[in-house]
């Protein structure tokens, strides 16, 4: 079983351009997530669905925007970028929000640079 | 005060060494705690949730500590293989939003 899945494993991107990163989970997963993480700052949410066809915004959810077309797919833009957005984002997926011990699993994550 | 705090360390053990984290947090209405081990440079993954009466699994003991809000990770006989940093994480109750703790980054010397 895959898993998680994210696309591209890395990229170097200018700034101003789009992009979107890709994430697909094979596991029925109802709840998906995106993150960023930067050095000290641990992972902040940025975007969250809790089941396809609803999105809601995280933590740092500015200059991102996701969709949720199906259960397993859950595409990240920028549509602008920014340096600021240089990270590694991971992708999570959980069985579903609302129930408490609903462990999350991750996505080998996209290192983003923003030059 | 941060929602949940841990030591970023490092610890610097040796092998066979048992070491013990602690992670604390703020919410007391939380009850789900999980803690997470990410290797440098990719994605965390679930070491283990820790539940009320806490639990073990293998060389790990995770234990839960509701009036001083703290939970642990003690980790027994450490291996070169345990070197990584821990995350802890909190999930807030009934809502999609899990708190990450920044972690505690734990090297196991040879």
């Known amino acids: 079983t895959a898993g998680i899945t994210q696309a591209p494993t890395s990229q170097i991107l200018a700034a101003g351009r789009s992009m979107t990163l890709r994430c697909t989970q094979d596991?029925?997963?109802?709840?998906m997530y995106w993150y960023r993480q930067d050095l000290g700052l641990g992972l902040r949410l940025i975007h969250y669905s809790n089941t396809a066809g609803t999105t809601g915004k995280g933590e740092v959810p500015d200059g991102y925007s996701v969709s949720r077309a199906n259960t397993d797919d859950f595409p990240l833009t920028l549509a602008s970028a920014v340096p600021s957005q240089t990270s590694v984002y991971f992708c999570?997926?959980?069985?579903?929000?609302?129930?408490?011990?609903?462990?999350?699993?991750f996505g080998p994550g996209t290192r983003l640079t923003v030059l | 005060r941060k929602e949940v705090e841990q030591d970023p360390g490092p610890f610097n053990v040796p092998e066979g060494a048992t070491v013990a984290f602690n992670c604390t947090y703020s919410n007391s209405a939380s009850q789900s705690f999980f803690w997470y081990r990410q290797d440098c440079r990719k994605e965390p993954k679930l070491l283990m949730s820790?539940?009320?009466s806490g639990n073990e699994d293998g060389r790990f003991t995770a234990q839960l500590n509701r009036a001083s809000q703290y939970i642990s990770l003690l980790i027994r006989d450490s291996k070169l293989s345990d070197s990584a940093t821990y995350l802890c994480v909190v999930k807030r109750p009934g809502t999609y939003k899990y708190i990450f703790g920044t972690g505690t980054r734990l090297k196991v010397l040879a």
């Open positions: 596991m029925r997963h109802n709840a």
């Open positions: 820790v539940y009320s």
């Open positions: 999570a997926s959980s069985v579903g929000q609302g129930a408490d011990y609903n462990e999350q699993f």
